[in-house]
């Protein structure tokens, strides 16, 4: 089983890291993985050895609140405005008292007894706002961990008691309250720009959830009834007036509208919807009144799936994130050792006094930031599988997003892919041997469920022909269609079938048929009784953006392949129109899995299909692209899905990949570069040389400003072109 925990408490990337460490050692645990960017647990457990409440002491019992998250339950959001409420209130309290110890100490205005009143007014800062940083100490402690809270209240609680000392002892020394008091303000304020910058980065789940509507309403005995969403079953019929969202997936019964579908599909042009369209819930009902019947409700709707795939992918990790964890679970302990050497080296080498020695040490000690490295990686899947998702563009998880910046080759299947999957019979060619030469065709491929057949249905209606009963049918895959048609034995099918009836086809036949493939169409054949009988040009127009995707992925430097049961002459027409680097014809739907095996052994593959009959080949890929248009099976497919059947989102796709990459190593190297640079500087290595020093005040600054940047920058994601 596995549930999403929603885990409160945690104050940077340790923390995360210490829970994730200690529930994998938990006894039923298969897999943990903690988020501290969304502050969320997913775990895999064994229910037969562990169950939920014990899953959530172990979290507990670390000093962190963990609860599990419940779908449609608000405990999450409530958490997430209670976080933003309380960082709020603790700066506001900060900065009031804080403030006036920073002019007293900075200005050094002569007031009676200034020592004593910077002690008392720094010490609601020190034990009452520091009081967060406490007790995420005291909960790493615990666990025999250090964390960031750690450093803070290490460091602040070294700078305020020296102070309280000097003060009370009458000894005579600098004070330091107006650092400790300014540092945990500005590391206070940080917090809260962190969460705001947080929940920006989440936005994109709130907003896919909050486009279903809480109320519908329900067509009951001739009259409307308003029921909650939640009520709805499948089979009611409901009534969407304009302006108004459509409760739940359904199909149309009656009425006429235009549909925005720009939120589930990316798609800002509204789509017709008449009678039998299908209609995706939480999409907005724009001009006309719809009557639709609920065939999909609750957990079961395109939009819970989407939904559902959009939070698995924010809470999974992308494999450069191991390289932060690594440097994370050493970073604080490691910055420990730095402070304390720096205190032995300027107290006892170096001879400088106390307050010098320890202000040094309590720079190095706030100016660590193991949270600008525990975001890094997160935060930047966040806001690029958010981007993806309000775009069309479903990415399953952390690591397929890395996955994707690498693909060198993409195979595309044709039928639905290349070509728009609406194949029409553009020519006929009739040999003069059976009269009902076409009647007989249309009657085998009304039998058959091939992508063709529709081909035949639409030519019939068009020219008003009935089919006939057929008996003993049956398909022979990738060859054709056979069955009796009174007492005609008929085969329907390319020329591999043809062979298989033992029927010649006349030169004339082969002529027209080489004639039309080179165009791109599709010949199909008719044998009836031992006779060459007929034959039927079809042609899938290409799609219109094909040509244009083609060239762009190549312009990235991304071979393109086309992979077809067709013959050569037709793939090869239809990979020249697209504009594409090559092809693989005659390819049996078994046999593609096989040409993926053979690309991969020079390229990194993506392919991209339907997501039913190319199922094997895509899982068979590096990366498989399900163009879906929001299918269940391409949902359930592909580790990415385009939610339009646009070709151009392949390209989309890939390039949000690699701006994503390029902004995960970008919040990496400034994590890594700020603290590389910032701690020598802390520890006084350029004083002597260029008497550079960082005060305790400066080094907080920057250690809550370089988590708000690395936020900041993957926000940054959300303007970059994917074109």
Known sequence: MKKKISVSGMHCASCALNIEKTLEKTNGVKSANVNFSISRATVEFDESVLNESTLLKHITDMGYGASIIIKGDDSEKILRESELHHFKKMSVISFIFALPVFIISMFMIPIPYAPYVMMLLSAPVQ??????????????????????????????????????????????????????AVLITLVMFGKYLEAVAKGKASDAIRKLIDLSPKKAR?????????????????????????????????????????????????????????????????????????TIKATKVGEDTALS????????????????????????????????????????????????????????????????????????????????????????????????????????????????????????????????????????????????EHPLADAF?????????????????????????????KKDLCYLGNTKLMDIAKVNIPDDAIQWKESMESKGSTVVLLAVSGRFAAAFAISDKIRDDSRDAMAKLRAIGIKTYMITGDN????????????????????????????????????????????????????????????????????????????????????????????????????????????????PIAAGVFYLSFGILLSPMIAGGAMALSSISVVTNSLLLNNAKME
């Open 218 to 290: 329900l067509i009951e005995n001739g009259k409307e009834v308003m029921i909650d969403t939640e009520d709805v079953a499948v089979g009611n019929f409901l009534l969407i007036k304009p302006g108004e969202a459509i409760p739940t997936d359904g199909v149309v019964v009656e009425g006429y509208s235009g549909v925005d579908e720009s939120m589930i599909t990316g798609e800002s042009i509204p789509v017709e919807k008449t009678k039998n369209s299908i209609v995706i819930g939480g999409t907005l009902n724009r001009n006309g009144v719809l």
């Open 457 to 485: 249905t639409a030519y019939a209606e068009k020219e008003k022909i009935k089919a006939v009963k057929v008996d003993r049918f049956s398909a022979v895959p990738g060859k054709g269609i056979k069955g009796m048609i």
């Open 127 to 180: 034990f009452y706002v520091g009081m967060h940083f406490y007790k995420g100490m005291f909960a790493a402690l615990k666990n025999r961990n250090a964390n960031m809270d750690t450093l803070i209240a290490v460091g602040t609680s070294a700078a305020y008691l020296f102070s309280a000392y000097v003060v009370l002892s009458g000894s005579g020394g600098e004070l330091y309250f107006e650092s400790s």
């Open 568 to 679: 050569s002459r037709v793939a090869k027409a239809i990979s020249e129109q697209a504009g594409m680097d090559g092809y693989f014809a005659e390819v049996l739907p078994d046999e593609k899995a096989n040409i993926i095996e053979k690309l991969k052994k020079n390229y990194v593959v993506a392919m991209v299909g339907d997501g039913i009959n190319d199922a094997p080949a895509i899982a068979k890929s590096d990366l498989g692209i399900a163009m879906g248009a929001g299918t269940d099976v391409a949902i359930e497919t592909g580790d990415i899905i385009l939610m339009k059947n646009s070709l151009i989102d392949v390209l989309k796709a890939i390039k949000l990949s690699k701006a994503t990459m390029n902004k995960i190593k970008q919040n990496l190297f400034w994590a890594l570069i700020y603290n590389i640079i910032g701690i």
């Open 305 to 448: 799936h989407i939904v559902k795939l959009v939070e698995d992918a924010q809470g999974q990790k992308a494999p450069i994130q191991c390289y932060a964890d690594m440097i994370s679970s050493y970073f604080v302990p490691v910055v420990i050792v730095i402070a304390l050497i720096t205190f032995l080296v300027w107290y006892f080498v170096l001879s400088q006094t106390l307050s010098f020695s320890l202000i040094l040490a309590v720079s190095v000690l706030v100016i660590a930031c193991p949270c600008a490295l525990g975001l890094a990686t997160p935060t930047a899947i966040m806001v690029g599988t958010g981007k993806g998702a309000r775009n069309g563009i479903l990415i399953r998880n952390g690591e397929i997003l890395e996955k994707a910046q690498k693909v060198t080759a993409i195979a595309f299947d044709k039928t639905g892919t290349i070509t728009i999957g609406k194949p029409e019979i553009v020519s006929t060619k009739d040999f003069g041997v059976f009269p009902n030469a076409f009647e007989m065709a249309y009657s085998l491929e009304k039998a058959s």
